[in-house]
Nanobody
């Protein structure tokens, strides 16, 4: 059974940083491209960043230069380092394969506010 467990969200002031983690189980993690996605209430879920099995990355334009996706295959974990956070980054963040094939986890909420 596939499990995707996101953590690391919270409340942070504009300009601050957070690091999100996603622990995956039940998938061939090493061979999987993985992604971080976000969804605001009433909006469609969108890709924030993706990382391929060999390490190449893609980013949504608004986060380029601020967010960094990485993975540790030995831990079946994908990370999202979020720097210079802006109020518009406030969303619930989810991980999944890239493209997303699996059931979604609970997500982790990020709130950027002063």
């Amino acid at each position: 059974q596939v499990q995707l467990v996101e953590s690391g969200g919270g409340l942070v002031q504009p300009g601050g940083s957070l690091r999100l983690s996603c622990a995956a189980s039940g998938i061939n993690f090493r061979a999987s491209a993985m992604g971080w996605y976000r969804q605001a209430a009433g909006k469609q879920r969108e890709l924030v960043a993706g990382i391929f099995s060999v390490g190449g990355t893609v980013y949504e334009d608004s986060v380029k230069g601020r967010f960094t996706i990485s993975r540790v295959n030995a831990r079946n974990t994908v990370y999202l380092q979020m720097n210079s956070l802006k109020p518009e980054d406030t969303d619930v963040y989810y991980c999944n394969s890239y493209p997303p094939y699996h059931n979604w986890g609970q997500g982790t909420r990020v709130t950027v506010s002063s």
